[in-house]
């Protein structure tokens, strides 16, 4: 079955800690983005990937950082200077950034810091 | 800039009676395309519709219906016969053709409605 799958489901950190997020698809899409959902809110976007080794800040960059080494692969690094971590993380790609196309999601990462 | 509205924060009916969840998207280009996505409990977004700017057809499948008029920026979403699995978050969103975003957002979605469907 081609989707995307982000690990784990629920994370836990302690404050000063960095974390990595998973998310990997197969679903050959050359886009994968990363979004961020507080209680209710919209998706705000924080980084997104058009092509291997290269991917530009959204909206919410700051304290977090990503890496797109391989086409599956676009995980990402919540860091200690992210104020206020703690939210639902969405993974999502599709064909190609234009705007008609449409976004396929993982099941999300719940972050809580302790 | 980008934006979307969906003004109804919460809505709760009983079960088979029809619902509108209204959108209300602002943009200055002519181009652009609309979405509707269901996030239910478990979290994941699934996709429900696309349509673009020129195509202002109304659209129909099975109990979902989508409205979508330029005249008032609006394209809202009618399920009709709800049932207890509709019960979930709908969002609204809008994107833009490569090279015409803002930020680097391609999808602006709006801030979501919570419909339950109670039996």
């Known amino acids: 079955d081609g989707g995307i799958t982000q690990s784990p489901k629920y994370l836990f950190r302690k404050e000063g800690q960095n974390v990595t997020l998973s998310c990997e698809q197969n679903?050959?899409?050359?886009?994968m983005y990363w979004y961020r959902q507080d209680p209710g809110q919209g998706l705000r976007l924080i980084y997104y990937?058009?092509?291997?080794?290269?991917?530009q800040k959204g909206d919410i960059a700051e304290g977090y950082s990503v890496s797109r080494e391989k086409k599956e692969s676009f995980p990402l690094t919540v860091t200690s200077a992210q104020k206020n971590p703690t939210a639902f993380y969405l993974c999502?790609?599709?064909?190609?950034?234009?705007?008609?196309?449409?976004?396929?999601f993982g099941p999300g990462t719940r972050l809580t810091v302790l | 800039a980008q934006k979307v509205t969906q003004a109804q924060t919460e809505i709760s009916v009983v079960e088979k009676e029809d619902v509108t969840l209204d959108c209300v998207y602002e943009?200055?280009?002519?181009?652009?395309?609309l979405f509707w996505y269901k996030q239910p409990p478990s979290g994941e977004l699934v996709f429900l519709i696309r349509?673009?700017?020129?195509?202002?057809q109304n659209e129909i499948s099975g109990r979902y219906s989508w409205n979508f008029q330029k005249s008032t920026s609006s394209f809202n979403f009618t399920i009709t016969a709800s049932q207890v699995v509709d019960s979930a978050v709908y969002f609204c969103?809008?994107?833009?053709?490569?090279?015409?975003?803002?930020?680097?957002?391609?999808?602006?979605f709006g801030e979501g409605t919570q419909l339950t469907v109670n039996p």
């Open positions: 679903l050959n899409h050359d886009a």
């Open positions: 943009t200055r280009d002519t181009t652009y395309y």
């Open positions: 999502a790609s599709s064909i190609g950034l234009a705007g008609h196309n449409e976004q396929f």
């Open positions: 969103a809008l994107g833009l053709p490569e090279g015409q975003e803002t930020s680097g957002s391609r999808l602006t």
């Open positions: 349509r673009n700017s020129f195509d202002e």
């Open positions: 990937s058009q092509i291997v080794n290269d991917f």
